[in-house]
């Protein structure tokens, strides 16, 4: 995907996901980490006495003179044995009582284990520093897609954050794998990979978490959401530009396994949700969403408004194989241009 380019180099929105979410940086060198300040030392009588006494139990200077804890203080609790320890020593039991929170907290400062984020903040390739983590870009889309619902559903919308915050939707969208060339992904665009490093393309296929977040936010998209109980078509986040422009034949497999075709006029759009076909057909001069249900004993339901019948949610959650198909008239104006 970038594999000798800089983050500053690559389009937007790759830019942004390396910025954002597990950006490039410089490393200190292993022998700069893990080094006792100079404010810290001055500020304990403690540590003072021991290095004075040679008593290199609690920390030791390395050859170029620097200050480190003990290697054997791995973590707070070894650190506590020893203070615990020390502290039954005459000549050190009245500082170690004094300095007992302060020593606890320069072994923080200078280890800062909760600033510490594993391979996203210390290592690169494996989803760390200058990596494209394909679950997270995913993630990003899936939270900026329930902003966009959460702003749609109150009373009154702001309708320029709306737009914004669909065109931001759609640019993190744009910079998701099955948007990419197989030269540039590293792989086949289609298949899920978990993460792509600065050096090289796609790695680790697998069935990651991108899947599910693409999944739901595809849902989204076409306006499926479930709300209390009920199915609600809201298309607002969906593109005009994803209905066909001339007639196409549709094909479903049924839950019985039979395979069933739709003819497609233009102006149309179909998808299937839980093995019922949802047919969207565009109007000009409709002013609200229309909902037309076609059983298979060729009975119609009619239903004005965006919400499906509860008696037809039932049957298409529940696979019913009632329903041939779900057709719904949409406006032209509600969709995202």
């Known amino acids: 995907m970038m594999d000798t ?37 001055e500020s304990s009588q403690l540590l003072q006495h021991m290095i004075s006494e040679g008593d290199a139990r ?51 400062n200078t280890f800062n284990h909760r600033a510490f984020t594993g391979r996203s903040g210390g290592m690169f390739s494996f989803e760390g520093l200058g990596c494209i983590y394909w679950h997270q870009v995913s993630k990003l889309l ?7 619902f ?7 919308p702001d309708n320029e954050l709306l737009n914004a915050l669909a065109v931001r939707y759609y640019k993190i969208r744009k910079g998701l794998g099955f948007n990419k060339t197989a030269k540039e992904y590293g792989a ?32 989204g998209e076409l306006g499926i959401r479930i709300r209390g109980g009920a199915l609600n078509i809201d298309p607002r ?4 530009s994803e209905f066909t422009h001339q007639l196409r034949t549709f094909e479903a497999m049924t839950v019985d396994g039979k395979h069933e075709s739709f003819e497609l006029k233009s102006g149309s759009l179909a998808f299937t949700y839980c093995q019922t076909p949802f047919i969207y057909s565009t109007g000009t001069d ?7 249900i076609d059983y298979q004993d060729d009975k119609q339901q009619v239903s004005e408004g965006s919400q499906l019948p509860a008696d037809a949610y039932q049957d298409v959650i529940r696979r019913t194989g009632n ?13 995202f241009q």
């Not at 389009?11 to 300040?37: C, E, N, Q, W």
């Not at 959460?150 to 009154?156: D, I, V, Y």
């Not at 665009?189 to 595809?218: C, F, L, N, W």
């Open 5 to 41: 380019r800089n983050a500053s180099d690559l389009p937007s929105p790759l830019s942004l996901m390396l910025d954002v979410l597990d950006p490039d940086r410089r490393l200190p060198m292993f022998m700069d980490k893990g080094l006792i300040r100079e404010t810290d030392l």
């Open 58 to 108: 609690l920390v030791s200077k390395d050859i170029q003179g620097k200050l480190r804890f003990a290697s054997e203080l791995n973590n707070k609790d070894t650190l506590l044995l020893l203070l615990k320890e020390l502290s039954t020593e005459v000549r050190l039991a009245d500082l170690v009582e004094k300095e007992f929170s302060l020593i606890l907290n320069i072994y923080e």
């Open 142 to 148: 899936l939270a900026v897609q329930e902003c966009f």
């Open 150 to 156: 959460k702003e749609a559903e109150k009373t009154s």
């Open 188 to 219: 086949f665009p289609s298949d899920p990979y978990s993460h792509t490093p600065a050096h090289s393309g796609a790695q680790q296929p697998g069935m990651t978490g991108q899947v599910k977040e693409e999944i739901i936010t595809r849902f």
């Open 237 to 240: 986040l969906l593109q005009a």
């Open 286 to 292: 409709a002013a609200h969403i229309r909902i037309e």
């Open 323 to 335: 329903i041939r198909s779900v057709r719904v008239t949409l406006p032209e104006q509600i969709l």
